[in-house]
């Protein structure tokens, strides 16, 4: 407004007579600094908050670089992390699968055993009772006098062909249910199928070397159920 007025005043014609003109100039002139340097001062300040603006403008537009870096670097950690952490997981329930799967078989394993087993070795028990009886009819039939054994004797005979007829097919039976008579006689000593009762030096045996047997062992199919009783050579 003051820049419109005041060229106003001043391009009015002149009073030379005029007694104030000096001092209305002066005024003017002062008030017309006044209005440019006010408007001076409002230029700079908006263009000062223009400048600001802008800046805030740009910077709330376009964040930091640093920033994004430092939210990937977190977010990037972070994946790593629970990667590690599902992997490690992932392993845990791996072993104790396999561990399981191998206590499974295991299991199977010693069930089906123990199975085949009760099956092979059910009649075991009854074996070693059999036995016994085996036992008495070998002793019968050592106890038949062989030089009596004639036909002035005919009822000797026919007994001694009895028991003898009885005991093969008593064996035979034995074998068939995998029941077999251990008689160890020149064979070299074996703790785990001899009990030995006596030693003693025989010339022309080696030492260790079973000499005789005075009560058969049995074997139910590999298993041991009587150890066969013998003499040792030493």
Do not use: W
Not at 35 to 56: H, N
Not at 121 to 127: D, E, H, K, S, V
Not at 159 to 164: C, D, P, V
């Amino acid at each position: 407004m003051f820049r419109s007025v005041v060229p106003l005043i001043f391009r009015s014609k002149p009073n030379v007579c005029d007694p104030f003109r000096p001092a209305v100039q002066s005024s003017f002139t002062k008030l017309r600094l006044f209005s440019v340097s006010a408007s001076l001062k409002s230029d700079t300040k908006s263009q000062a908050a223009s400048s600001d603006s802008s800046s805030e403008t740009d910077q709330e537009e376009r964040p930091p670089g640093e920033e994004v870096e430092k939210k990937l670097r977190e977010e990037l950690d972070k994946a790593v992390s629970e990667n590690a952490t599902l992997v490690s997981r992932s392993q845990e329930f791996e072993d104790k699968y396999k561990r399981a799967l191998a206590e499974t078989e295991n299991l199977r394993a010693r069930l089906t055993k123990q199975i085949s087993d009760s099956k092979l070795y059910a009649i075991q028990g009854f074996c070693k009772d059999i036995t016994e009886i085996s036992d008495i009819l070998r002793l019968a039939i050592e106890s038949v006098p062989k030089d009596q054994v004639t036909k002035e004797n005919p009822h000797l005979k026919d007994l001694f062909e009895g028991l003898t007829m009885t005991e093969t097919r008593l064996l035979q039976v034995f074998k068939s249910h995998g029941l077999t008579q251990i008689n160890p006689v020149d064979e070299k000593f074996n703790p785990n199928e001899h009990e030995a009762v006596v030693q003693q030096p025989v010339e022309g045996k080696e030492s260790g070397t079973v000499i005789c047997v005075t009560k058969l062992g049995y074997k139910l199919h590999d298993r041991v159920i009587r150890p066969a009783v013998v003499g040792v050579a030493k």
